[in-house]
């Protein structure tokens, strides 16, 4: 799998993800961009595409109630054993 591949399944599967986020929440595509300030044309094209800008998804995201999970993104965590990872799932399941 290529580098072009591997950006194309991330952005495939945010895309799918936020749309099924959408649907459960019964919010129409109208009614997300009312919420979010983004444009109806652009949640309907990223809905398509997959094309976004990183303003927009943001946007979308706070609108929908995960912008919590943008923090996490670029971090890693240096482990030093097993002990550690368990005691930070411990920590994180509280």
Same mark, same amino acid.
């Given at each position: ?23 459960? #929440? ?13 444009? $109806?044309?652009?949640?309907?094209? $990223? ?15 706070? #609108? ?9 993104? $670029? ?7 097993? $002990? ?11």
């Amino acid at each position: 799998m290529t580098n072009l591949d591997n950006i194309l399944s991330i952005k495939l599967g945010i895309k799918e993800r936020l749309h099924d986020i959408r649907k459960t #929440a019964k919010i129409s595509q109208d009614e997300l961009a009312q919420k979010s300030g983004v444009s $109806f044309g652009s949640i309907k094209r $990223f809905e398509r595409t997959g094309e976004i800008s990183l303003s927009s998804l943001l946007k979308l995201a706070m #609108a929908l109630g995960y912008e919590n999970d943008f923090n996490n993104l $670029f971090t890693r965590k240096n482990y030093q054993s097993i $002990f550690d990872v368990i005691k930070d799932g411990d920590k994180n399941a509280k």
